[in-house]
Structure formats: structure tokens, C-alpha cells
């Protein structure tokens, strides 16, 4: 059968870097070990979804697998309007948004299936039947719509439990070399699904209780190697970047990692970490095995806000602390924040600025937040009354802007406080960092940082100084 992928990466933040797509990575591998034909459809330019027209002219795909987050589900829509008329392709849209709000299928016209949750046997089952015609409507994992819009809604499967057996992801199917160029030489490797916690604000523990089994799950540091050493023969990149929820969640594991990394890799690299699990010994084996960064949520600067509102338990006396420990050992520290949250005011939102010049990170990203469909604070701003039903039809332009009506914290004080978080956040300690930043997450910024694509190593240089 042949299979064409689409991913759309639009309105998404970031100097013009492409992405790559795991979960697309690991299907498209799952495929083509079965002996289908895989093709991507990929844009970052809303102007240019009608492309894909040709890529199916070309192809002609027995099914169109769309993958999408919230954000992206309304050129999603675009698209299966644009491609109406082809009618001997099969639709199924998988992904974070349809596994937590699958009657998103109700709503999409022209889609006949989404996947709840992992996908690799759902669609392997799928393209085995759509092959040898036999009857699908009973596949675990999929809602189908049948005759006069009804919708067979299908179990899930239980989460995949031999994680080692999965194919190595596929990589060809992306321009890879181009994706690691375009986000300075770094490669982004993901070595485990799942996360224990809970935030209110998260999808991933959403996902987590979707499908039966252990959600949690981490390649054996045999696998997780092997894979890297076939990427670096492949390819040439300057670092990694770990892009798992939390690298840091089991002490041992990481040990046995880091003694093989170093050992088979031996490239720089910089991780995700939850606040609680930092301790010396693991921020000396990491500095060690030649970790340059670690990313930290502060989310939230109002200890009480954080623990009651975003399911956050973590004191400002241990987010200060393993900011100062994670530093004592040479390695830098990015905080990642939100504003805009369901019954903030301004004067918390202050609290989060406050916190993050104590501790002082090296980088940051704050982002405005967005409710998504699966989780507590998304019902809690649907029973509040915090964003209309048809919140999904708006673009959610990469989280600059708010979908919220807040009584507590107006729309237009929420967009100049995102704008100006950074420049608070600096400009006591570095005016360069506060006024590069300032410029970043200006109303131009955007605009301006695509124009000076070519010289985006010059300014990161230039600003992180
Ligand atoms: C790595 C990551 C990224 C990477 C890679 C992007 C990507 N889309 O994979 C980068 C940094 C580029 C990124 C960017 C963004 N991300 Co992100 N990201 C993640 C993260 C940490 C892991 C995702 C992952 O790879 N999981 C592992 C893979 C294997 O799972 P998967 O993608 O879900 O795929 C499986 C199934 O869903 C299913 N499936 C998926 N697609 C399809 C398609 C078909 C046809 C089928 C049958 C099945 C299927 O099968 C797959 C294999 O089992 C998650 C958090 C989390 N823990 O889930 C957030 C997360 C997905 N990201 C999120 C967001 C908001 C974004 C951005 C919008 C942020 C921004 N920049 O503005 C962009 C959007 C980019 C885009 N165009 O999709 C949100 C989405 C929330 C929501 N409900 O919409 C999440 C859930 C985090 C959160 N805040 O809760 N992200
Ligand atoms: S720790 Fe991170 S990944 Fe885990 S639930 Fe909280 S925000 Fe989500």
C-alpha cells in the first residue's frame, strides 16, 4: 500500500527551523517494514498547503495519514478541502489533538478515521485490510465513520509493550541534514514515551491514561545507542538535544546512559529535567558525560498558584536551589514559563518574572497559555466560560496570543506582558540579552527574525553573551 504522511508546521515558533516528527519517524519505519511505500507531505507555509495536490497526483496514495496537534488542526481542515476530490485515498488523522478529542472527526469534513493513542498497529492493521479488502470497522484504536455520518467508535490498544522491538526511526523520509542545519547543528532524539506527572495544563499525561499498559516506557540503553550511532554515521550534527519529557526521571538509567554515550557517542548534548529529580551526583555524571544545558519548567513564579492551579508541587525554594546546583556544575539552565493561565492576575504573572530573575537562567521561552482539549484546565476554561466552543476554528498563532476571555488578566495585558517577560527578566543583568530579546517577542519580531534567517547563528551568538 502507499502511504502518504502530512505534516503541517505552521504558525509554530522558532528562528525558521523545520521539525522532525517522531511519531511520524516511528510509523513511517513500522510502513516501510512492512513493505509499504511511505511519502511525506511537509509544509511550514499555510499559502502552500494546495501543494500537496501534486504530491497526490503523483503518488496516489492508498491512504493520507495526517498527524497534528491542536494548533494545526485548522489547515488540517484546509487541506481535506483541497483534496475533496479524491476520493480513492483513505483519510485517518492521528496525533496528540484527535487521541484526546476524537470527535474532532465529527467535525472535519472528508476525514473517515482518526487513531486514539499509539498508532504503529493500528495502521499496520489498516493497511492490511484496506489491501486484502476485508473489513475494517472493527480495528482497535480508530473511530470510523460509516454511512450518514455515524462513527463506529473502536477500543484502544494497550500501550506498546516491547519498546525495544520497535524499528529505528525513519529519518530519509525528512530532509534530516537540512532540519539539524536549520536548528544550528543540533539533533533532537527522543529516548523514552511518557510522563508520571500530572500538570493540569499538559497533554502527555492525558495520553497516558488513553490505552491500558505502562505508559512510561524508556528504550534499553543498548537500543537507545544503537540508534545514535546509526545517526551519527549518517549525518553530521554538533549536538543533541534529548527531547524527552523528563531525561532525568530514573538516576540509574541515566548513569548506565552516560557511561555508553560517552563511550559510542560522545557528542555534547542538553536534556529536559523536572525540577525534583536534579541531584549532585547525577549533575556530575551528566557535566561528565558532556551535557551543556538543561531545561527546567518554572511554568509558574506563585508557589500557591503552581501547586493549586497547575497541579505543580515543587517549592520556589527547590526550583531556586536546583537552578543554583545544576549551575555549580558548569552546565547552563533554560526555564520554560507560561502566561496567561485561567485566573491569573497581572500582579502573579509578576511572581514568574520574579523567580526567573532569581534564578537567573542562561536562555528561556515563555509562551502564552492554550488550552488544550484532554485536559483539566481546558475543561476548566470551557465550565468558566474562558473560551468559546468554537476555540479549535481560530488560528492559535504559536503561542503568542490568547484564546482566553479573562476577567483577571485582559487579553491585550496579557500580549504586552508576554512581549516584555524577557526584557524584565534581563535588563538588569544584561541590556544586549533584554534588548535582543525585547526585539524577539516584539510585534515585528517575528517578521523580522524570518528576514534575518541567514545570520541567525550571529544573533544567538550575539544575544547569549
Ligand atoms: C517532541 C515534541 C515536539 C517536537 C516535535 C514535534 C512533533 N509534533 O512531534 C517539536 C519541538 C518540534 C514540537 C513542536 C511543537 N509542539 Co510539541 N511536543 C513534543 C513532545 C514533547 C513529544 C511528542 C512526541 O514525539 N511523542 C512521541 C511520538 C511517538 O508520539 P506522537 O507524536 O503522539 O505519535 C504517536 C501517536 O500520536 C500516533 N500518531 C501520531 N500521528 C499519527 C498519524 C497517523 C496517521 C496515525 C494513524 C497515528 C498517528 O502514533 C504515533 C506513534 O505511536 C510532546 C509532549 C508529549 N509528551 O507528548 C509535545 C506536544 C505534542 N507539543 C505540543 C505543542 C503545543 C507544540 C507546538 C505547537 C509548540 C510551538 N512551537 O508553538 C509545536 C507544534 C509543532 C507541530 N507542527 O506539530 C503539545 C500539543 C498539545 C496539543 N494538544 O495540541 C504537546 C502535547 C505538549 C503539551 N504542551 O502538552 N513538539
Ligand atoms: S512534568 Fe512536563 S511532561 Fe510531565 S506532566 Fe508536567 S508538563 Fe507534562
Known amino acids: 500500500m502507499r502511504i502518504l504522511f502530512v505534516y503541517t508546521d505552521i504558525n509554530t515558533m522558532g528562528l525558521g527551523a523545520r ?8 510509523l513511517s519505519a513500522t510502513m516501510k517494514q512492512r513493505g ?6 511537509y509544509t511550514q507555509n499555510k499559502n502552500q498547503l494546495e501543494n500537496i495536490v501534486q504530491v497526490i497526483n503523483a503518488f496516489k496514495p492508498d491512504i493520507i495519514g495526517f498527524t497534528a496537534d491542536t494548533t494545526q488542526i485548522i489547515y488540517i481542515k484546509k487541506i481535506l478541502a483541497k483534496i475533496k476530490c479524491f476520493k480513492k485515498s483513505f483519510t485517518v488523522l492521528g496525533g496528540c489533538h484527535a487521541s484526546l478529542y476524537p470527535e474532532c472527526l465529527y467535525e472535519i469534513e472528508g476525514l473517515d478515521a482518526i487513531c486514539r493513542g499509539e498508532g504503529e498497529e493500528t495502521l499496520v492493521e489498516l493497511a492490511g485490510s484496506l489491501r486484502d479488502g476485508k473489513d475494517y470497522r472493527g480495528i482497535k484504536g480508530l473511530w470510523i465513520k460509516t454511512e450518514n455520518n455515524r462513527v463506529v467508535k ?61 505508559y512510561v516506557r524508556f528504550f534499553s540503553v543498548g537500543r537507545a545507542i544503537a540508534e545514535l550511532k546509526s545517526l551519527k554515521e549518517k549525518y553530521q550534527f554538533k549536538t543533541v538535544f534529548f527531547a524527552d519529557d523528563i531525561f532525568t526521571l530514573n538516576k540509574d538509567y541515566v548513569f548506565t546512559f552516560c557511561e555508553k554515550y560517552k563511550q559510542e557517542i560522545g557528542i555534547p548534548f542538553e536534556v529536559n529535567a523536572r525540577i525534583e529529580t536534579i541531584s549532585a551526583d547525577m549533575l556530575s555524571v551528566l557535566k561528565e558525560t558532556g551535557c551543556f544545558k538543561i531545561h527546567m519548567g518554572i511554568e509558574h513564579g506563585n508557589e500557591d498558584f503552581r501547586k493549586n492551579i497547575l497541579n505543580r508541587s515543587m517549592s520556589n525554594e527547590q526550583i531556586i536551589d536546583a537552578f543554583k546546583k545544576v549551575k555549580e556544575f558548569g552546565i547552563a539552565t533554560k526555564s520554560y514559563n507560561i502566561i496567561g493561565f485561567p485566573f491569573e492576575t497581572k500582579e502573579i504573572h509578576f511572581d514568574t518574572v520574579a523567580l526567573n530573575q532569581k534564578v537567573e537562567p542562561d536562555a528561556h521561552v515563555c509562551y502564552v497559555f492554550q488550552p488544550y482539549p484532554g485536559t483539566k484546565l481546558y475543561d476548566f476554561c470551557r465550565q468558566h466560560n474562558f473560551i468559546a466552543a468554537d476555540v ?3 488560528e492559535i498563532v504559536s503561542r503568542r496570543d490568547t484564546v482566553l476571555n479573562l476577567p483577571s488578566f485582559p487579553r491585550k495585558e496579557i500580549v504586552k506582558c508576554h512581549r516584555n517577560f524577557s526584557y524584565r527578566i534581563y535588563r538588569k543583568k544584561s541590556l544586549r ?29 550575539f544575544a547569549m553573551k
Open 19 to 26: 521539525s522532525y516528527h517522531f511519531g511520524i519517524g516511528i
Open 36 to 41: 509499504h511505500q511511505v511519502e511525506l507531505f
Open 154 to 214: 473502536n477500543p484502544t490498544r494497550p500501550f506498546i509493550s516491547d519498546f525495544d522491538a520497535l524499528p529505528f526511526r525513519d529519518y530519509d523520509l525528512f530532509d534530516y541534514q537540512n532540519i539539524i542545519n536549520s536548528d544550528y547543528g543540533r539533533l533532537s532524539f527522543m529516548l523514552s514515551r511518557g510522563c508520571p506527572f500530572n500538570c493540569a495544563y499538559c497533554a502527555s499525561p492525558t495520553m497516558g491514561r488513553l490505552q491500558e499498559g505502562k
Open 392 to 394: 479549535f476554528e481560530s
Open 433 to 461: 540579552k533584554a534588548i535582543v530579546y525585547k526585539i524577539y517577542y516584539s510585534q515585528y519580531g517575528e517578521r523580522l527574525i524570518k528576514i534575518l534567517s541567514p545570520v541567525k547563528n550571529l544573533l544567538r551568538n
